[in-house]
């Protein structure tokens, strides 16, 4: 990771800090204050380090209802965007809790919008727009960085509407039932090491080779494929050899309480490895920090370079895009 704090929530509202605090005790959590500056002075006030969101939003769709989450992909005024490359694994976490939650675009915006403004905003993609989350993506540096905001008022029920008070409580019960998923992101933070292994597998990609000894031994295999005999047999070999493993069929399938104490990932399979499932594993892991992928040909039982990935955390990092 790059930076020197600790993993923080950051929470605008005392409301939402309420909501998050109360339900994962051991978790940090600070109120950062409503709106664009105070969010700026409070991400200039500490060090460098992991940041995750969590907040209400308005939603730009009405396909999206109150009480529903959206995990930010990437957070955009419009001229400044920063990438969250983890999405993925905390939308696939908070729904396996059975929580309704969509991965998407979020806009900040220096005032609450309404009318035309809500309606342009909606025309950029964007799912959910607040106030304060670009600002505070600046706290993380160039360090992982997320977002999960709790759906308050939409398009058809603004937020000056007899229901928002409703709406407003379903927003925080989301956000209370989404916090042992934050907890589990700050969890899983760290470098990594993955190692892709399998029939016809190689570097390719954007990998390129650096000098290091050979790798240890995996403290984690990842089987891509279905329930199928050949898939199951390797997730059965790597238990039978004390290592942890689990079939994945995509990277969002990875549960983040897995990574927890983790530093080196085998993704191996049956057939080939799709490639594009090696960059996307890539992607959301260094999310949650530096990684290191280092090419296996054959299964792994012979040798193979080391490689960084850096050209994947150079697409993926949350630095601001201009």
């Keep these: 990771m790059t930076g020197t704090g600790p993993p923080v929530v950051a929470t605008p509202l005392r409301t939402e800090y309420a909501a998050v605090r109360s339900s994962v005790p051991g978790l940090r959590v600070e109120r950062t204050g409503r709106g664009p500056g105070r969010s700026a002075g409070w991400a200039a006030g500490r060090a460098a380090g992991p940041v995750l969101v969590a907040g209400v939003a308005g939603a730009l769709t009405d396909e999206l209802r109150p009480g529903d989450l959206v995990v930010a992909g990437e957070v955009t005024d419009g001229t400044t965007t920063v990438r969250c ?9 908070l729904a396996r809790r059975g929580l309704t939650a969509v991965l998407g675009r979020l806009a900040t915006w220096p005032t609450v919008v309404s009318g035309i403004t809500r ?7 964007a799912l959910a727009v607040d106030t304060e989350t670009l600002p ?6 160039k360090g992982p960085f997320a977002a ?3 759906v308050v008022d939409t398009p058809h029920d603004p937020l000056l509407h007899p ?8 927003a925080l019960r989301s956000l209370r039932a989404a916090a042992p998923v934050l907890a589990e992101w700050a969890a899983a933070l760290g470098p990594r090491e993955l190692t892709p292994a399998g029939p016809g597998c190689c570097s390719g990609g954007a990998t390129r080779p650096v000098q290091g000894a050979p790798a240890a031994g995996p403290d984690l295999v990842l089987v891509a494929g279905s329930a199928d005999a050949p898939a199951v047999r390797l997730v059965e070999d790597a238990e039978r050899a004390g290592c942890p493993a689990h079939l994945i069929q995509d990277a969002g399938a990875v549960d983040l309480r897995w990574l927890a104490g983790t530093t080196r990932i085998r993704l191996t399979a049956a057939i080939p490895l799709p490639p594009h499932l090696v960059e996307d594993l890539v992607t959301c892991l260094s999310g949650l920090g530096p990684v290191t992928v280092r090419a296996g040909h054959g299964g792994g039982e012979h040798g193979g370079g080391e490689h960084e990935a850096d050209a994947y955390l150079d697409d993926s990092s949350a630095v601001p895009r201009r």
Excluded: E, Q, S
Aim: proline share 6%; hydrophobic share 55%; aromatic share 0%.
């Design 85 to 93: 490359p983890a999405a993925p694994l905390l939308a696939g976490a």
């Design 119 to 125: 309606d342009r905003l909606a025309g950029t993609g």
């Design 136 to 141: 505070l993506a600046a706290a993380a540096g």
């Design 148 to 150: 999960v905001r709790a």
């Design 163 to 170: 229901a928002t008070i409703g709406h407003g409580l379903r």
